[in-house]
């Protein structure tokens, strides 16, 4: 892993705000340290957001079923926390889906900057990393999970989804290991 890409997901105010403080805030120091690591060894930063249109259009079946509304264009909900180390630099990419590959241009994207490796980071580990990681993986890209950086409202199906994963869709790694990782390469 010499020059990856690190790719942020769905760290917004409407899937965060019910969270325990305390862990919310563990998640947000560690992925802003991760994307210090990132920086401090100039590999691009990659944020994913969710947003629907405010008559659900363009939303998951179940929204629309339902009439969920969460992560609505235009609402503060749909915005990445502002605690998080987002640079006006940074690459910011909406999705409608769990995969962020589905219908948006991050292919496209990691075509241009060409990493060898993509470390996932955000929410929730059962869905948007594990849909991402697997939509990764079948186009061939070396997938990092970063360990102290995911996590997840359902804490079974995290770490249900993280044994599926390891070793075989992704690597797991600390951010230390990932910051000795890129100093062995570096």
């Given at each position: 892993?010499?020059?990856p890409v690190?790719?942020?997901?769905d760290?917004l105010r409407d899937f965060l705000e019910?969270?325990?403080p305390?862990r919310k805030?563990?998640l947000?120091?560690?992925?802003?340290?991760l994307?210090?690591?990132?920086?401090s060894f100039?590999?691009?930063v990659i944020?994913?957001?969710?947003?629907?249109e405010?008559d659900?259009?363009?939303?998951?079946?179940?929204?629309r079923a339902?009439?969920?509304r969460?992560?609505i264009?235009?609402?503060?909900?749909c915005?990445i926390l502002?605690?998080?180390?987002?640079?006006?630099s940074d690459i910011?990419i909406?999705?409608?889906?769990?995969?962020?590959?589905?219908g948006t241009?991050?292919e496209e994207i990691?075509g241009r900057?060409?990493?060898?490796?993509?470390?996932?980071a955000?929410i929730?580990?059962h869905?948007?990393?594990?849909t991402?990681?697997?939509?990764a993986?079948?186009?061939?890209?070396?997938v990092?999970?970063a360990?102290?950086?995911?996590?997840?409202?359902?804490?079974?199906?995290?770490?249900?989804s993280l044994k599926y994963?390891?070793?075989?869709i992704?690597?797991?790694?600390?951010?230390e290991?990932i910051?000795?990782?890129?100093?062995?390469?570096?």
């Amino acid at each position: 892993m010499q020059k990856p890409v690190l790719i942020v997901v769905d760290m917004l105010r409407d899937f965060l705000e019910s969270w325990e403080p305390s862990r919310k805030e563990k998640l947000v120091r560690s992925i802003n340290e991760l994307v210090s690591i990132a920086r401090s060894f100039s590999h691009p930063v990659i944020w994913l957001r969710q947003e629907f249109e405010p008559d659900l259009r363009d939303a998951f079946l179940e929204m629309r079923a339902k009439g969920i509304r969460i992560t609505i264009k235009g609402t503060q909900g749909c915005e990445i926390l502002p605690e998080l180390a987002l640079e006006s630099s940074d690459i910011v990419i909406v999705k409608k889906r769990y995969s962020a590959f589905y219908g948006t241009t991050l292919e496209e994207i990691l075509g241009r900057l060409a990493p060898d490796a993509l470390i996932l980071a955000g929410i929730n580990t059962h869905a948007c990393i594990r849909t991402t990681a697997i939509d990764a993986y079948q186009r061939d890209w070396p997938v990092i999970l970063a360990a102290d950086s995911i996590d997840s409202y359902d804490q079974e199906h995290h770490a249900i989804s993280l044994k599926y994963m390891k070793d075989k869709i992704a690597a797991v790694m600390s951010n230390e290991e990932i910051r000795a990782e890129l100093d062995r390469h570096a």
